[in-house]
């Protein structure tokens, strides 16, 4: 280190650049403070708060809702888990500890009526087997609880009228859980069939709903309500009434059951259904649980198709509309699906509204599967019952 002497020209430009600096931050008495006062202004303006989120309880804790319900609450704006009903406390354990539910609010199917003094818990999300559809949720909506039901609503339409009935009785709203109707791809599909036209008026829609299921399985048992029409063909029904707006007046259906494969002891493995509208539009369905995955449709209007492959999974949605050889794919942002059928369902329950998915639409789309199953069982037509 050295020193310098005062004549160092260094030093001498070292004070003039300081000595500038203090003379231009000198305070006149007319500069404005620079620190804001600590007194807050009396009209303090504040941005709108998130919404309240309602308290769902989940009641049955399968795949369904351990691979797709529960995380999707992460992606929900209005809407958080509070409580959870299973026949396994210790599973039930450790899923409330992975989602922060109290550990408290965890029922089971002996206890579920007592929900009716848990003031967390707004709706219910019934995700057990078809078979129990109903009695959860007739007994959510008598403790006084708004619920959303999986599809399908229930395995018969006496059921599904004594659902809607229960809503009724106990003032509570009631939904059927058809994802499909919240997320942005069938939105636009049935914008470009409806109100669009934008391939001239529909003739006909070909819809294709395919898996294959090991067992065991919820889907391959009578008794649980299993079936590939209740359990997918119903995406390729309730996608023709939604593609058209209209309720399908007769149905013929052919059914196989093979008898070398075990799987097929109590419910059908592929059944190809169709179904007739009162405008002619005759839409071909199809389902099966013994074939590789696809799920998909096209509706063919007068000047050209509509196309969604996939148009049922989860992810991936693609849509497209070709015009003689013109094809063009719609960019839209993709949502999930169980976040956006919940925090509809939360925001039709906090503002009074109907949900856009009522108990009505799933009686609609049973009464579609009784005629099925008959028209399948008897070789004939069959009137869909209104
Ligand atoms: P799953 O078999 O994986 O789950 C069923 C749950 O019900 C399990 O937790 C099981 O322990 C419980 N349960 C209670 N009593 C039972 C009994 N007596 N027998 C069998 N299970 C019993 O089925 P999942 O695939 O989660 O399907 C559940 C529901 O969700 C079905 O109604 C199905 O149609 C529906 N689902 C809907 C979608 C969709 O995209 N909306 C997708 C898959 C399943």
Redesign the pocket.
């Known amino acids: 280190m050295t020193d310098r002497s005062p004549d160092d020209p260094t030093r001498r430009a070292f004070l003039a650049a300081g000595a500038t600096l203090l003379a231009s931050s000198a305070v006149n008495a007319d500069d404005p403070p620079l620190a804001p006062p600590d007194k807050q202004p009396p009209d303090l303006k504040l941005p709108d708060p998130p919404p309240k989120k309602l308290g769902w309880a989940v009641v049955?804790?399968?795949?369904?809702?351990l691979e797709?319900v529960m995380p999707a609450f992460a992606a929900c704006r209005q809407s958080r888990p509070t409580a959870l009903v299973?026949?396994?406390p210790d599973k039930a354990k450790r899923v409330a500890a992975a989602y922060g539910v109290d550990p408290k609010k965890i029922y089971d199917?002996g206890n579920y009526d007592r929900i009716a003094d848990d003031p967390a818990i707004d709706i219910v999300y019934i995700?057990?087997?078809?078979s129990?559809?109903a009695e959860y949720t007739v007994r959510g909506l008598r403790a006084g609880k708004h619920v959303l039901c999986?599809?399908?609503m229930a395995v018969t339409a006496a059921e599904c009228e004594q659902m809607i009935a229960a809503g009724k009785d106990a003032k509570r709203k009631l939904m059927v859980?058809y994802?499909l109707r919240y997320e942005p791809f069938n939105q636009a599909a049935i914008e470009l069939c409806r109100k669009e036209r934008a391939v001239g008026a529909i003739r006909t829609i070909a819809a294709s709903n395919c898996q294959d299921v090991t067992a065991p399985?919820?889907r391959l048992s009578k008794a649980?309500g299993g079936g590939p029409v209740e359990?997918i063909g119903i995406y390729c029904l309730n996608a023709a009434r939604y593609l058209t707006g209209e309720e399908p007046a007769e149905v013929t259906a052919v059914a196989h059951r093979p008898k070398d494969d075990p799987r097929f002891r109590e419910v059908p493995e592929s059944v190809a259904f169709t179904l007739r509208f009162p405008s002619g539009v005759i839409a071909n369905c199809d389902c099966s649980f013994a074939a590789a995955e696809s799920r998909r449709y096209r509706v063919h209007g007068a000047d050209g198709f509509v196309d969604m492959d996939p148009a049922f999974s989860?992810r991936g949605l693609r849509l497209s509309v070709l015009k003689g050889d013109r094809k063009s794919e719609l960019k839209l942002t993709e949502v999930n699906?169980f976040a956006a059928e919940m925090d509809h369902f939360s925001e039709c329950v906090a503002a009074d509204r109907p949900p856009r998915t009522p108990g009505e639409e799933g009686l609609a789309d049973v009464r579609v599967i009784e005629a099925t199953a008959e028209a399948a069982r008897t070789g004939r037509a069959v009137a869909v019952k209104r």
């Open positions: 049955g804790l399968g795949k369904l809702a797709e299973s026949g396994h199917y995700i057990l087997p078809n129990m559809h999986e599809k399908p859980a994802r399985n919820i649980l359990d989860y699906h």
